[in-house]
């Protein structure tokens, strides 16, 4: 795989950041790292759907199968709680309790800003106190958590009430919830109960912005911010100087990076692959780009705060796709935005039928359609 030893302050293309990132994510070619070290590498995967993650370890990981997860959610070494940008992750258990401290400011700061009004006057610690108790008796919906709590808040909203318990309390979503082909309500726990350990107890940005930098870099502090959903980086950034090189891109942005990760050459190929939703590769920048042309963004975010899963073709987002299922069927559909070759078409179904009986290996039989 061809890299390009870029001296610090060189431009780099958009093309470029696409290869970067594209292998730093495990998209050039799929990886053999097992799926503890892949979760890790990646700090995490969206997890909004319970799905997300399977898709996007299929599409990263050699042989990834849907029991090697769900066994691991099971052992409790990996756990799906509120993360980055106060949005749901799967995460190692390791990591839930030292990146969890990391982003307690943004849940703070999230929690004031939708809630302050109707929170006004509350012993927060207390409340939380009280809310922490409850979850640890047995996992507990945020709906028994709201109106529990509303009893002896009573005058107050009950969703209000269950968010401070989400946001002040790092709460595990427990098994079956994010098990594949597990359905049921999302129960809680403190992370703390379930994994019989403690948070870290220093607030350690430094390593998780260099962790983020190894899978996501190079970026520029604001890609950063929007990662993680914190604020007020660029001083620790600063800090961090010394172990850290700059680049620029194409509008004069500056853009860190680690000393030791590849910077690949933007005429590598890359290969088609099948993005699953709410994936992190989309998430994780305020220019997105290295991975979608503007063009094609409000095709993939939807009003309704949905991030569709996508095509991509030469690297970057092309299409989207769904699966449609039957009785003994599943249907690939896949719409591209621009018109595909027979080439593309001829490789996207040999890929698409892989996917299909990733997904839906009770299936009898597989179709791959392109809409218009």
Request: charged share 25%.
């Amino acid at each position: 795989m061809g890299q390009s030893h870029q001296d610090t302050n060189a431009v780099l293309s958009v093309r470029t950041l696409n290869r970067t990132l594209l292998a730093r994510q495990c998209l050039l070619e799929r990886s053999e790292m097992p799926v503890m070290d892949a979760v890790e590498h990646l700090v995490g995967l969206q997890s909004q759907m319970p799905t997300s993650p399977y898709y996007g370890l299929w599409t990263r990981l050699k042989g990834f199968r849907n029991e090697d997860l769900s066994m691991l959610i099971q052992n409790r070494q990996i756990v799906r709680l509120a993360m980055m940008r106060s949005t749901l992750h799967l995460v190692t258990a390791k990591d839930s309790l030292a990146l969890r401290p990391v982003l307690q400011s943004m849940m703070d700061r999230e929690l004031k800003g939708t809630f302050s009004k109707r929170l006004e006057g509350i012993d927060l610690e207390e409340l939380s106190a009280i809310g922490r108790q409850y979850v640890e008796v047995e996992p507990r919906t945020l709906n028994d958590v709201g109106l529990f709590l509303s009893e002896k808040w009573t005058d107050r909203d009950p969703k209000a009430l269950a968010s401070v318990i989400r946001n002040k309390v790092p709460l595990v979503q427990v098994p079956p919830r994010g098990l594949w082909g597990s359905s049921g309500q999302a129960m809680h726990t403190s992370a703390e109960l379930w994994l019989g350990d403690d948070l870290a107890r220093q607030d350690d940005s430094k390593e998780m912005i260099l962790r983020y930098l190894r899978a996501f870099g190079p970026a520029t502090v604001a890609d950063i911010q929007a990662w993680s959903g914190l604020n007020k980086l660029r001083d620790v950034v600063k800090e961090l100087k010394p172990q850290l090189r700059m680049f620029f891109d194409e509008q004069g942005r500056e853009l860190w990076d680690v000393q030791d990760a590849p910077i690949m050459d933007s005429d590598l190929p890359a290969p088609l692959r099948f993005i699953g939703d709410f994936d992190n590769i989309l998430l994780s920048y305020v220019d997105r780009s290295r991975i979608i042309a503007d063009a094609y963004k409000p095709i993939v975010f939807t009003k309704n705060g949905i991030v569709r899963p996508t095509v991509l073709l030469d690297g970057f987002v092309k299409g989207v796709w769904n699966i449609e299922r039957e009785k003994d069927s599943a249907k690939l559909v896949i719409e591209p935005f621009e018109p595909f070759s027979k080439e593309d078409q001829e490789l996207l179904t040999q890929e698409g039928l892989q996917l299909l009986q990733f997904a839906a290996e009770e299936a009898q039989t597989f179709d791959v359609q392109f809409v218009d």
